[in-house]
């Protein structure tokens, strides 16, 4: 692994955790998934979780509040089970774009959301500049945002920003922050069976992050005794 020390002020000066971070190159990540993984992750995803996937993210997209003529923007649409949930909420006036670069987590997300109207996917990275601007009134995230290194992250942040609507909602999905090594011993082996740009996420402050690119009225959810955040950041209104 490429790596080197150096400081990260964009966490904030006064957090410990993030006052010296490795500086981590992209070919860590992880986040495209493809082969076996693909293919099966619905499943894998429910193993891993002991069977309580299905019942946690219901509950999560409960939590994001949809009013039924929501525009949303998923990033890292996967498998389509999030948009085919949040489908639910939404009524004719009401749509949902989600954006992949898996071919095969499109061609999964298709096929399961074929009969539901306003649902379309598109293949775009999400951390390149994306052509939408004031089009949505909600942008999620679900376990993605981790896996990218910080510049990329800021960009997919000023793609969320651009997107939304003033007092628009961007909501990340994702794992709590925390510091690795001061957690129990279950929490240290995920992390170590992460990519280490999962351990970079979660010691930076991301509502101090996200403040900086324009989001403010933070409101968070707690799942999995805390380790799993809900953070909903609002587009500040200039106007």
């Not at 190159?25 to 891993?48: P, Q």
């Not at 993210?57 to 939590?63: F, G, L, P, Q, T």
């Not at 090594?181 to 069976?193: C, G, I, P, Y």
């Amino acid at each position: 692994m490429n790596s080197q020390h150096k400081h990260i002020p964009p966490a904030g000066e006064g957090n410990d955790r993030t006052t010296l971070l490795p500086t981590l190159d992209r070919s860590v990540s992880k986040v495209e998934v493809t082969g076996f993984e693909a293919r099966h992750y619905d499943v894998l995803m429910n193993v891993i979780t002991a069977g309580t996937y299905p019942l946690f993210i219901r509950r999560v997209v409960r939590n994001m509040n949809i009013s039924p003529d929501d525009d949303i923007l998923i990033l890292g649409s996967g498998t389509g089970r999030n948009a085919c949930l949040m489908q639910r909420y939404l009524s004719a006036n009401g749509s949902i774009i989600g954006l992949d670069i898996g071919d095969e987590m499109l061609s999964q997300a298709q096929k399961r959301c074929r009969s539901k109207q306003k649902v379309t996917f598109e293949k775009r990275r999400i951390d390149e500049p994306l052509p939408y601007s004031e089009a949505f009134d909600k942008v999620f995230m679900s376990f993605v945002m981790h896996g990218f290194v910080q510049e990329d992250r800021d960009t997919i942040i000023d793609n969320a920003f651009a997107a939304l609507r003033p007092g628009g909602k961007f909501l990340i999905l994702d794992y709590a922050e925390c510091e690795p090594t001061e957690s129990s011993w279950l929490v240290r082996k995920v992390f170590q069976a992460e990519c280490p740009l999962a351990t970079d996420f979660v010691r930076r402050d991301f509502k101090e992050i996200l403040n900086a690119h324009g989001f403010d009225r933070f409101d968070v959810r707690l799942y999995y005794f805390g380790h799993v955040r809900l953070l909903a950041a609002h587009k500040r209104d200039v106007s």
